[in-house]
């Protein structure tokens, strides 16, 4: 690690700040460009220990930048991981309050619930799918805090992975008998679509993304519980939202989730 303990403390507050005052930052290594993965990853933890101190609940975690479709658009060439607390879960069909976000943006995702621990080294796509309990469909509202949008891997994965909202609905599917390769995927804004895809944008199977999540927990010596609920990654490009407009998304076979932004 490159920064000492109380530039970890104060990284993590401004940009938990940011969060919850909806005003966006530079990015945190135009001050500190000797961060590393530990310091990036640090900063993520002491976000979520701030979080957790005020009693929010850890309610999954989430995997970004698995698609070359969201690679693509943000310049980058590694998927990153973060969580996601009780305060980022908004009902299907429910309101999200535009004006407590910076900038938000929509991904369709495949959610998955696991029923049995996941651990690496070595964890790949059949354990998760052995491990899995269902899958839904996931729209993830992402919020950099980042001006416009503009940061590095490493202060994208302080920031939590831009975290900020997510819902689920559509039907508890158990894995067995689907292909979730071929699932067609299409996202909707104010009844047009505007963004269509398959699973295997994610990274050729969405279970990889999870695996791929499990390996760097293990190398953490961290492991993802049974219960856990996970977003494998956007399966487009995000697509930018207002206040006004109405989000749904539709997986084959998985169902079909909404969200208002008011
Ligand atoms: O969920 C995601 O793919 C987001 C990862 C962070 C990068 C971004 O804000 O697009
Ligand atoms: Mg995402």
Known sequence: MNLDRTTIALLAERLENCELEARDTTKITDDHPDMDW???????????????????RIVGLKA??????????MGVEDPVFGFL????????????????LIHPKVEPEIAFVTKAPLKGPGCHIAAVLAATDFVVPAIEIIDSRYRDFKFDLKSVVADNCSSSRFVVGGTATPVEGLDLRTLGVV????????????????????????????NMLGR??????AGTLILSGGIT??????AGDSVSLRIQSLGSTSVRFV
């Not at 879960?89 to 004006?99: E, K």
């Open 38 to 56: 530990e310091d990036a990853y640090a900063v993520q933890d002491a976000i979520r220990a701030r979080k957790l101190a005020r009693g929010a």
């Open 64 to 73: 970004g930048l698995t698609s070359r479709a969201k690679m693509k658009q």
């Open 85 to 100: 607390v009780d305060d980022f879960a908004v009902a299907d069909g429910g309101d999200i309050v535009t004006s407590k």
């Open 187 to 214: 996202l909707e804004k104010n009844g047009q679509p505007v963004a269509l895809g398959a699973g295997a944008a994610v990274l050729g199977h969405p279970a990889a993304a999870i695996a791929m999540l499990a």
């Open 220 to 225: 953490r010596g961290e492991e993802i519980p």
């Open 237 to 242: 490009e995000a697509v930018a939202v207002a």
